[in-house]
């Protein structure tokens, strides 16, 4: 029998050690500066393993680019995993798609309307394999039992229940946007009332309206961390240089439970006079830094016409989101790339 001296055999298990450690913390970064995408509007990102899949409306589809780093996303090779029909409810106005991956099975989640805006609706598609490239198929409308109008609707689970939220109408008049949550029995299906968790009621929240224009609380994104759920959301005017987003943060267990909503008393994330009317977001995690992806004008009255895509990195502050202020064109953002990404999965639940 060979007898291995002590000293050798610790020396191998120190080393051992440190490989797998090196392992574990082998990271790539790169410097980019703002936009990373030149013109598009209601980013969505989503990260499989170390992919990052970017998801958008482009006329009358919905295109994925895949990249390994986001300077490489105005140049990517686009893939149109859907078309709208010619005629019928969704065949116009396809706005802010959202990729998920749920099980085993992509969905994108988007608004649409027949060419008028008081049919707007959201929809979903299902892909037919494990890979977002491989074309979605129309899986139904995703509406609760009152019909009304709805956009930006995205998906999240807790405590074992998943869960719809959108901006919609309460009546089927357009004076105001609100924020309602419903449960679901499935990715395509709601499976109870509505209910409303949040109202234009700041000042901040209604810039931009007039007798004309809605107040708005739209594009709902759902943060989770050390047991906290938010949704963080856009408010005043799209169209304005006001918009900005706003906070809810769930406390209790019930999020069907209005009153268990809390909303922050001022904007979380503001323009300034470099980056204008900053909002619709979204989150990722890469390298174990959180990042915000969320699109502005790049002068003001840019309007709708005129939207960029951005991202900056972002930290909490007493187990909560801290956004900061939009970071300027010229400033350089360091982006972090591990070699083993969290999945899709796991990006959701911090």
């Given amino acids: 029998m060979i007898r291995i001296p002590y000293a050798f055999f610790f020396m191998l298990l120190f080393y051992g050690c440190n490989q797998k450690k090196t392992q574990k913390t082998t990271s790539l970064s790169e410097i980019i500066t703002n936009p990373i995408v030149d013109s598009g509007a209601d980013p969505w990102i989503i990260r499989q393993g170390s992919t990052f899949h970017y998801c958008y409306a482009k006329g009358g589809g919905i295109y994925v680019k895949s990249v390994q780093k986001f300077s490489n996303l105005n140049g990517a090779e686009e893939h149109v995993v859907w078309q709208a029909p010619d005629t019928g409810s969704y065949s116009r106005e396809v706005w802010a798609p959202e990729l998920h991956k749920i099980d085993s099975k992509w969905y ?3 608004a649409a309307d027949d060419g008028e805006n008081k049919n707007h609706r959201m929809h979903v598609l299902s892909s037919s394999s494990d890979m977002p490239h491989s074309g979605f198929s129309y ?8 019909d009304r109008w709805a956009i930006d609707g995205t998906v999240f689970t807790l405590n074992g229940k998943m869960y719809f939220v959108w901006s919609g109408w309460e009546a089927e008049v357009n004076e105001a946007q609100h924020l309602f949550i419903a449960e679901m029995s499935g990715p395509t299906q709601i499976s109870s009332e509505r209910v409303k968790i949040s109202s234009p009621e700041f000042e ?3 810039r931009g ?6 107040a708005i609380n739209e ?3 759902v ?5 906290r759920t938010f949704i963080v959301y856009s408010a005043s005017g799209s169209w304005s240089n006001d918009y900005c987003l706003g906070l809810l943060e769930l406390k209790g267990g019930d999020p069907m439970l209005p009153d268990l909503w809390e909303k922050s008393e001022r904007p979380v994330f503001s323009g ?6 900053p909002g619709h977001a979204s989150f990722i995690i890469s390298g174990g830094q959180d990042y915000i992806v969320y699109h502005a004008m790049p002068v003001k009255g840019g309007g709708w016409a005129s939207r960029q895509v951005r991202i900056q990195p972002f930290s909490w502050k007493e187990g909560k989101p801290d956004f900061g202020v939009p970071v300027e064109n010229e400033v350089e953002v360091n982006i972090e790339y591990f070699t083993n990404q ?8 911090r």
Avoid: H
């Fill in 108 to 110: 994108v989640y988007f």
């Fill in 272 to 277: 300034t006079e470099q980056v204008i009317s």
């Fill in 219 to 221: 594009g709902p994104e």
């Fill in 223 to 227: 943060l989770q961390k050390g047991g």
């Fill in 139 to 146: 899986a139904g409308k995703v509406s609760d039992d009152t």
């Fill in 209 to 214: 309206s007039s007798d004309n224009l809605p």
């Fill in 204 to 206: 901040w929240e209604k």
């Fill in 342 to 349: 969290l999945t899709p999965g796991q990006q959701a639940q």
